[in-house]
């Protein structure tokens, strides 16, 4: 029987993927057609096979695969090929950043000044054993547990006009995810006059108690 393993045509003996992992990887995990197969399958002419090692890194050609499984090859290419910038790593930024990496974005450039406090755990995506530590080690090591291949770069500093250019010019996209409106406003307008190809997505995150039908809205 041939069937497409790890992204190469095969010719296998093994009827079914217990067999195929026990010949080959005891204890793996075998994707089989875009799915994970939770019980014995038995495999067919022309399935396309994934073996997956819990205890070993995949290579990049491996993880674009394993991430290939359920995206077509244009829009897989395409992610794989962008470079994203996000601007702060609290509620909105931490979580952005792991979506990203999840969806096969190529490249990350992360910054924040800050490090993980206790009342950032009840929305931000950081655990108890980053207590302390600067939001961009804290990320970076999260998204690399995702997705060891994706490139992050950090930096762990508080963002001005002149720093903004050098950190985010080569990003495809950015997205704003900073806290008061003044470093939201200086962030935009710099993007905006320094780094005109670059587009740029503004997050806005909003607390309360209360009905929201008291909520009112007005033009200035």
Known sequence: MRIVLNGTPADTEFKSTSELLNGMCPGG????????????????????????????????????????????????????????????????????????????????????????????????NYFYDDLGRPKTDATEDLLKRISPCTEIEKHQCRLTPENIPDIYGNCDIVCEALDSAEEKAMFISTVLEKCPDTIIISGLGMAGHGHSNSITTKNG
Do not use: C, W, Y
Request: net charge negative.
């Open 29 to 124: 995990i075998a994707v089989v057609n875009s799915f994970t197969a939770d019980a014995d399958i038995e495999l067919s002419e022309g399935d396309s096979v994934f073996i997956l090692n819990k205890d070993h890194i995949p290579s990049e050609k491996e993880a674009d695969l394993l991430m290939s499984a359920r995206d077509p090859s244009r829009i897989r290419s395409k992610l794989r090929s962008a470079s994203i910038g996000i601007a702060g790593l609290g509620g909105l930024g931490s979580n952005i950043a792991a979506m990203l990496v999840r969806s096969g974005i190529g490249r990350l450039v992360i910054s924040d000044m800050d490090t993980v406090d206790a009342t950032n755990l009840n929305r931000q």
